[in-house]
């Protein structure tokens, strides 16, 4: 089967490594990356279109997708204000959805996060919560939640907080047994490899996978 994939936020630490393991899949014939700027990669069967995601919802001449991958994502810190975290996190991710809708997509995946919860009182959680539930009433045949825990990779931006993370989670990580893999630091790159596998599989419906979840889906190839 020839597959064509659409991904937002392929700039991004695990949307960049997604990409390229889309590409390197070859029953991902086409592969269309939305974002506000170039990439410069250079390959026969990938495509750019830089959009305006405060403007996606009258974007109406992009091309029929079988699976959208959604990776847009940001900080409170990075955003400057709860309401430019939400604007990312919940608008953009939600009119994304709504292309996905539009152009026939039979499986969206999106990157959430651990912890997320519409009712939670952690006003993080609670947008990646409503975000979630916002999808759900779009009605995909197949709707694939990623919630990863902290990610590891270089990123562009600085972080401290995450970097201190980083650095004990290496001297930590034989802590994180049994429940406790659920909270474990992942790899951007394996969170990528979980959601190409996730989406190749095709599952119908609901799915949310968990932090151990995405290492046992991920760890491979």
């Keep these: 089967m020839e597959l064509k994939a659409m991904v937002a936020g392929a700039s991004g630490l695990v949307g960049g490594f997604l990409l390229e393991d889309l590409l390197a899949e070859p029953r991902y014939q086409q592969v269309l990356s939305l974002g506000r700027r170039q990439l ?47 604007q990312v996190d919940f608008d953009f991710v939600l009119a994304l959805g709504r292309l996905a809708v539009r152009i026939g997509a039979r499986q969206f995946l999106v990157v959430s996060s651990m912890g997320a919860d519409a009712r939670s009182w952690f006003f993080y959680n609670r947008v990646k919560g409503e975000a979630e539930e916002a999808l759900k009433a779009l009605g995909f045949p197949g709707l694939q939640i990623l919630r990863p825990s902290l990610l590891l990779g270089e990123r562009q931006e600085k972080r401290p907080g995450e970097r201190l993370a980083i650095q004990l989670s290496g001297p930590l990580g034989p802590l994180f047994l049994g429940p406790l893999r659920k909270a474990k630091p992942i790899p951007a790159a394996t969170v990528a490899r979980a959601m190409v596998a996730i989406a190749l599989a095709a599952p119908a419906g609901v799915h949310v996978f968990a932090n151990d979840r995405l290492f046992d889906l991920g760890s491979h190839g």
């Design 40 to 86: 410069g990669l250079n390959s026969p069967r990938l495509s750019e279109r830089r959009v305006s995601f405060e403007e996606l919802d009258s974007v109406t001449d992009l091309p029929a997708a079988d699976h959208v991958f959604c990776c847009l994502g940001t900080t409170l810190a990075r955003a400057g204000s709860k309401a430019a975290f939400r």
